[in-house]
C-alpha cells in the first residue's frame, strides 16, 4: 500500500513538471509527501489562507492588493483585472495559477506573502496549498456557518469504557491515532474535581468518606444530582456569566464609581439554580422588557446589555459616548452568542470574516434604541432607564399610598363640579372678578428680582439675594442694561445669575417662575433658566428651560434623559424683544401639569418623555438653587437681557400669568359686565377661582401636595437598577466613517449578518427579534458556542479552544462531530442545561484520571484528544473560596450587594476613591460577591488572571507568575484561614492525624507517607523556632479579625499555621485533578 501510494506521489511531481511548472524545492516535496490522501478546505486550507492572505485578499474591500480576493470561489478564480490573461487559481492547473508560482518563488519581489507583511509560508503550508489547487482547488463554507450536522454516534473497538455517546465520539478519535481513555480517577479525586466544578467548594470530610464508603453502581450519579441541586451550583456557573456580561461594581472609566447591580447577578444565580432554559435565559436578557406582559424578572435581566463601562468625565460629548455603549452591546452579543469578533467590523469590513463594515452597524442599531446618557450623573443617580425593585411590603405601602392620592384627586375633581363650581357661580354673579387685583399677584410669592440695581436683592427674601457666577466661582461682574421695567441684568453667555436657594422645589411642589427677557435672534440654543447641577450636561437633575435648535425646551428631571418630564414647543419664540415667559407646574409628575407660557398665552409643546417617578432634588446640603442665563460646561444665552424674575410656590393661573405678561386681555376681562362672558372667559376665571381665591379648593390642594410629598419621599428610598428599555421611536442609525461617532454615512436598520442567517421576515426588526433570530433552529452558531463555553468550563479548554472566536481565524474543533452532536442534543433537549453538564460530567471522558504518561505528554501535552482527565489550576476566587471553606471561615450567604475584604491600603486612591474594609462575616463571603472595581480589581483575584470586566471576556487567561505565591503566602485571608486551621489541628495531640486531617481537607485526598513526614518535621522545626521566640510568630497569629482563645499554645497555633499555608502552596491545592 505505501509503495502504490508513494507511486501516485512520483505520477503527481513529475505531472507538475511535464505541464512546464517549476521544479518544487526539495522541503515541499518532503512535505507534500506526508499530506494526507484528501486535503479538506475547512481543516488544512482555510486557516492558512485566513492566517497569511485574507489581511490583504480577504473580505475587507477597502483593503484588497491587487484586486485579489481570496475567501470565496468566484472571486478568486476570475481572471485578473491588473493582469489580463493571468489568474490566481486555476483549478486543476497548477503551472496557469498564479498563487502557485508566488509561493514557491524566492524573488523577494514576486514572492507572497510579501516581505514587508512580516508573514511567510512554511514549507508544509506550501504544500498543502499546492496540493489543493491540484485537486481542483474545493471551497467550502466555513464550517461554522454551517448548520450543524446530526451525525450517528461512532461505533468504536474497545466499547469496555463507554458510559454515554460523549465517550464514543472521543474514543473513536482516539482510536484514530492507536490511542486509549486513561482509567477512571480515584474516588477521592473524582469527587473533589467534581464539587469544584459545579459548587466551586471543596467537599467536606465527611461528604469524602460517605463517597468512599458508597459501593452502590450510582454512588457517582447521585453526587452528580446532589450538586446540580446546591444552591452553590448557581453561583459557580454565574462566576463564569460574570466575566462574559463585563459586570463589575463600578461603573470605569477614569472616575470609576461605585454602582450596585448586585440584583441583577443575583437574578443570574438563581436563574442558573431553578434550570431555566439557556434560550429563555439569554432571550430575557437580550429582550425580557420587550416580550409580551414583562415581569419585573424579565425586565431585569435586560440589565446585562446595561453592565457595560459608562462615562461621568466633564466634558464628554454625549453622542460619542451614546455610540461607545451600542457597539459595546453589538461586540458582546456577538462574542457572546455567536462566538464572533464582529467588532473588528466597527471601522471596516471584517478582515478574516463575512461581516461587512454595514453588517455591523446594522447589528449595533438593535442596541441603540435605549434613552439613555452618554454622561452619566456625577451624583449616585442610577443611570437611565431603570427598573424600580421595591420589597413586598413596599408595593404595599406605595399601593395603598397611590389609592389615597387618586382618591383626593377624584374627590377635588368632584367638588370642582359641584360646591366649588356653584360657589363659582355665586362669585361671579357677586361681580367679584372684577375686584380681582390688577397688579402682579402677590399669593405664594417667595422671590421678586426687579434687578435695577446691582445688588440683585430678592425683594421678598433677603437670604436669597442673587450673585454673579462663573466657573462656579462667585462676585463676578454685574452688567447691567436697559430692561423692561427699568434696568435689567446684561448677560455674556459664561456667567450666570445665582439666585441661592430660590426655586427649590421637589417633584410634588406646585411651583411657577416668570421673567422677561430679550434674547438675540442669533441664539439657537442656549440656557435661559435652570435648576440643577451645572456640571451634569445630560443625565441631568432638577428643572430647566433652554432654547434648543430655536424651540423652546421644558425639562423636570429625577435623572435625564428618561426618567423625566421633557416637552418641546411646536413653534418658535419670539427673539430680538421682550417677551415674558413662565412656567407653572403643579406637583402631579405628568407632563399634563407642567407648562409653558409665552406673551401670557399658554404655548403648545410636543410631549418627548413623560415618566417622572423620583424626586427633582438632590436631597443633600448643597441643593442648588434658580440659575440664570448660562450653566456650567453648557451653552448660555450671550447678549440677552433679563428682568423682572418672580417665583411662587404654587401653580399660577392663566389669567395670573397673563397680569404678569401685562397682556391687556387680563384688563379686559376683569373690566366685562356678567352678560359678556363667554364660555372661554368663565373658564379662565373659574381656574383662578380654583387656584387663587376658594379657601376650600386651596385645602384641597394643600392635602394633596401632603399626600404626593409622602409618597414621593417614600418611593425615594426604592432601590433602582439599570435596565433596557425601548425608545418609542427607533433612533437613526448609520454606518460611522471609521467607527467615528460624528462621521456618518450610509442609514441603516435592524439586520443581522445575512451569511449566518437571514433574519426572517416575520420577526420584528428589534431586541426580541434578534433574539428570535439567535434561536432559529438553522442557527449554525448559537448551541455551538453555548455547548463549548460549558465544555470549557470542565475541561479548560472548548472543543473550540478559541471560544470566543468561531470565525476564520479561530482553531478548528478538536471533535467537531461531538460538538455538533451535543449542539443538536442541546436544542433537542429545550436547551437545558443541567441536562448537558450532567451529561458531561458522567462521561467516561469527564471521569478519567488526569495523570499523563510520557506518551501522552509527548503525543498531546494539552490534552486536546482528551485521552485523560482535566486538570486546570483554580481561579482566585476558588482558591480563596476553598482556603475559607477549609478554615470554616466561608460565609454561605448567597446574593446581596458587594462586600469589601481585606485589600492593601491605597489602592484606591488612583481616583479619589477611598476602601472601606468591611469587618466580621462580610470578610468571609464568596469571592464572585468581592467588589469589583474596573481600574483597580481586588489584588489577590487579579494577580491570579481575573479580568478587569471592561469588556466581555469568554476565556481568562492563564499565568504562571511568583507573584501568585506570594498572595498564598501573605494574603490576610489565606493567613487567617490558615492560622483557624491552625488552631484546629492543635486540638489534636496527635500531629501526624492533625497534618493528615488538613491535607485531606485542603487536597481532597488522603496524604502519603512521605509527604506526612515532611511536613510533621516542618511543624517541629516552627514549633521549636516559634517556642523560643513568640515574636516571630506574630503575622500567623495576628493577622485578620480572627483571634485565639487566651489558653491558646500561640506557637504551636502558628507552627500549624505555618504547615497549613504550605500545603495551600502546594498543586495539590491549587490544582484540580
Not at 152 to 166: F, Y
Not at 568 to 593: C, M, N
Not at 618 to 629: C, K
Not at 1042 to 1051: C, Q, S, T, Y
Amino acid at each position: 500500500m505505501t509503495i502504490f501510494k508513494n507511486l501516485l506521489l512520483c505520477i503527481g511531481f513529475l505531472s507538475i513538471i511535464s505541464c512546464g511548472g517549476p521544479e518544487l524545492p526539495e522541503l515541499v516535496t518532503l512535505e507534500y509527501e506526508k499530506l494526507p490522501k484528501e486535503i479538506d478546505f475547512n481543516l488544512h486550507v482555510k486557516p492558512i489562507l485566513s492566517d497569511k492572505c485574507f489581511i490583504c485578499h480577504g473580505p475587507d474591500n477597502a483593503k484588497i492588493k491587487g484586486g485579489l480576493q481570496l475567501h470565496s470561489p468566484g472571486l478568486a478564480f476570475k481572471e485578473s483585472t491588473e493582469s489580463p490573461g493571468t489568474f490566481a487559481i486555476v483549478p486543476g492547473n497548477l503551472n496557469k495559477s498564479e498563487v502557485f508560482h508566488r509561493i514557491i518563488t524566492e524573488d523577494p519581489k514576486y514572492i507572497m506573502p510579501e516581505p514587508d507583511s512580516h508573514l511567510s509560508l512554511s514549507d508544509y503550508e506550501k504544500a498543502v496549498l499546492i496540493k489543493w489547487i491540484e485537486d481542483g482547488a474545493e471551497y467550502k463554507d466555513h464550517w461554522a456557518f454551517i448548520k450543524p450536522m446530526a451525525y450517528e454516534v461512532p461505533k468504536v473497538k474497545d466499547d469496555s469504557m463507554l458510559i454515554n455517546p460523549i465517550d464514543n465520539f472521543v474514543l473513536s478519535r482516539l482510536e484514530q491515532d492507536s490511542l486509549q481513555f486513561s482509567p477512571r480517577a480515584n474516588k477521592e479525586l473524582l469527587l473533589r474535581r467534581l464539587y469544584l466544578d459545579l459548587t466551586g467548594l471543596p467537599p467536606s470530610l465527611e461528604e469524602m468518606d460517605a463517597f468512599l464508603q458508597d459501593s452502590s453502581p450510582n454512588a457517582y450519579e447521585k453526587q452528580v444530582d446532589k450538586l446540580l441541586a446546591s444552591p452553590h451550583y448557581g453561583e459557580q456557573m454565574a462566576l463564569d456569566w460574570m466575566d462574559l456580561s463585563r459586570f463589575a461594581d463600578t461603573h470605569g472609566y477614569s472616575v470609576d464609581r461605585y454602582r450596585d447591580m448586585s440584583p441583577w447577578r443575583d437574578w443570574v444565580i438563581e436563574a442558573f439554580n431553578n434550570n431555566m432554559s439557556y434560550e429563555q435565559f439569554v432571550s430575557w436578557q437580550l429582550a425580557g422588557d420587550l416580550m409580551d406582559n414583562p415581569s419585573r424578572e424579565m425586565i431585569l435581566a435586560t440589565a446585562f446589555n446595561r453592565i457595560h463601562p459608562q462615562n461621568m468625565e466633564g466634558g464628554i460629548v454625549n453622542e460619542e459616548f451614546l455610540v461607545e455603549y451600542a457597539v459595546d452591546r453589538a461586540s458582546t452579543v456577538g462574542q457572546a452568542f455567536m462566538g464572533l469578533t464582529v467588532a473588528c467590523a466597527r471601522c471596516h469590513d471584517h478582515k478574516y470574516d463575512p461581516i461587512s463594515h454595514k453588517n455591523f452597524y446594522e447589528l449595533t442599531s438593535f442596541f441603540n434604541n435605549v434613552n439613555e446618557s452618554g454622561q452619566i450623573s456625577w451624583n449616585d443617580a442610577t443611570p437611565v432607564p431603570t427598573l424600580m425593585l421595591t420589597t413586598e411590603e413596599e408595593d404595599q405601602v406605595l399601593a395603598y399610598m397611590e389609592e389615597l392620592i387618586k382618591g383626593k384627586e377624584a374627590e377635588i375633581k368632584a367638588l370642582e363640579h359641584n360646591e366649588v363650581a356653584a360657589n363659582f357661580d355665586q362669585w361671579i354673579s357677586k361681580k367679584a372678578y372684577q375686584s380681582i387685583p390688577k397688579n402682579s399677584p402677590v399669593d405664594g410669592l417667595t422671590a421678586y428680582y426687579n434687578l435695577n440695581d446691582t445688588s440683585l436683592r430678592n425683594l421678598v427674601d433677603a437670604r436669597n439675594n442673587g450673585t454673579m457666577k462663573r466657573e462656579g466661582t462667585e462676585g463676578q461682574k454685574i452688567s447691567l442694561s436697559v430692561g423692561k421695567q427699568g434696568k435689567g441684568v446684561l448677560l455674556d453667555g459664561d456667567t450666570w445669575l445665582d439666585l441661592r436657594k430660590t426655586g427649590v422645589f421637589g417633584r410634588s411642589d406646585a411651583f411657577s417662575v416668570s421673567l422677561w427677557a430679550n434674547i438675540p435672534a442669533d441664539i439657537s440654543q442656549g440656557n435661559i433658566f435652570h435648576k440643577g447641577d451645572g456640571a451634569i450636561l445630560y443625565n441631568w437633575r432638577g428643572y430647566h428651560l433652554k432654547i434648543v435648535d430655536n424651540k423652546l425646551e421644558l425639562m423636570m428631571a429625577h435623572t435625564a434623559p428618561n426618567n423625566a418630564i421633557v416637552e418641546v414647543s411646536k413653534t418658535e419664540f419670539p427673539r430680538d424683544q421682550w417677551v415674558h415667559l413662565t412656567i407653572t407646574y403643579d406637583g402631579s409628575s405628568t407632563a399634563e401639569g407642567y407648562k409653558l407660557f409665552v406673551n401670557g398665552k399658554e404655548m403648545e409643546t410636543l410631549v418627548q418623555t413623560d415618566n417622572l417617578y423620583k424626586d427633582i432634588l438632590f436631597r443633600n446640603n448643597n441643593e442648588p438653587g434658580l440659575q440664570l442665563g448660562a450653566r456650567l460646561r453648557g451653552k448660555g444665552i450671550k447678549g440677552a437681557v433679563i428682568d423682572e424674575i418672580r417665583v411662587y410656590e404654587r401653580d399660577l393661573s392663566s389669567l395670573e400669568i397673563m397680569q404678569l405678561a401685562g397682556h391687556e386681555d387680563a384688563v379686559r376681562l376683569t373690566n366685562k359686565l356678567v352678560t359678556e362672558l363667554s364660555p372661554a372667559d368663565r373658564k379662565v376665571l373659574k381656574e383662578y377661582y380654583t387656584k387663587a381665591v376658594s379657601k376650600k379648593a386651596k385645602a384641597d390642594r394643600r392635602q394633596l401636595a401632603e399626600l404626593r410629598k409622602s409618597y414621593v419621599d417614600s418611593i425615594e428610598k426604592v432601590k433602582e437598577v439599570m435596565v433596557m428599555e425601548e425608545t418609542a421611536q427607533s433612533v437613526q442609525a448609520y454606518i460611522l466613517d471609521r467607527g467615528v461617532y460624528n462621521a456618518r454615512t450610509e442609514e441603516v436598520f435592524p439586520n443581522t449578518p445575512e451569511a449566518i442567517l437571514p433574519m426572517p421576515g416575520d420577526y420584528p426588526k428589534n431586541r426580541l427579534g434578534f433574539a428570535k433570530w439567535l434561536f432559529h433552529e438553522d442557527h449554525p452558531l448559537t448551541a455551538r458556542v453555548a455547548v463549548n463555553r460549558f465544555w470549557q468550563h470542565y475541561f479548560g479548554y472548548g472543543l473550540v479552544k478559541t471560544s470566543e472566536d468561531f470565525g476564520n481565524q479561530g482553531e478548528m474543533p478538536s471533535h467537531p462531530k461531538l460538538l455538533d452532536w451535543l449542539s443538536i442534543k442541546f436544542r433537542e433537549s429545550g436547551w437545558d442545561i443541567k441536562a448537558l453538564q450532567k451529561m458531561i460530567v458522567m462521561s467516561h471522558t469527564y471521569q478519567q484520571s488526569s495523570a499523563a504518561s510520557e506518551e501522552l505528554m509527548e503525543r498531546d501535552i494539552a490534552n486536546r484528544l482528551l485521552a485523560r482527565g482535566p486538570a486546570k489550576r483554580l481561579t482566585g476566587e476558588m482558591l480563596r473560596d476553598n482556603a475559607l471553606a477549609a478554615s470554616g471561615l466561608l460565609n454561605k450567604t448567597i446574593g446581596g450587594e458587594s462586600v469589601s475584604p481585606y485589600q492593601p491600603e491605597g489602592l484606591w486612591r488612583v481616583n479619589n476613591a477611598t476602601y472601606r474594609e468591611d469587618s466580621g462575616d462580610k470578610l468571609y463571603r464568596r469571592s464572585m460577591y468581592t467588589i469589583w472595581k474596573r481600574s483597580v480589581p481586588h489584588p489577590t483575584l487579579a494577580t491570579f488572571d481575573a479580568p478587569a470586566r471592561d469588556v466581555c471576556t469568554i476565556q481568562r487567561q492563564e499565568t504562571n507568575t511568583p507573584l501568585q505565591a506570594l498572595v498564598l503566602l501573605n494574603d490576610p485571608t489565606y493567613i487567617e484561614a490558615s492560622r483557624v486551621l491552625g488552631k484546629r489541628m492543635s486540638r489534636e495531640k496527635n500531629s501526624r492525624i492533625a497534618v493528615s486531617q488538613v491535607f485531606r481537607q485542603l487536597t481532597g485526598r488522603k496524604i502519603q507517607e512521605k509527604e506526612l513526614q515532611l511536613l510533621v518535621d516542618l511543624r517541629d522545626e516552627e514549633y521549636k523556632k516559634f517556642s523560643a521566640n513568640l515574636s516571630k510568630a506574630q503575622g500567623w497569629l495576628n493577622t485578620g479579625e480572627f483571634k485565639l482563645d487566651r489558653n491558646d499554645d500561640k506557637a504551636l497555633v502558628a507552627a500549624n499555621a505555618v504547615v497549613a499555608n504550605t500545603i495551600m502552596n502546594s498543586d495539590f491545592f491549587i490544582t484540580k485533578r
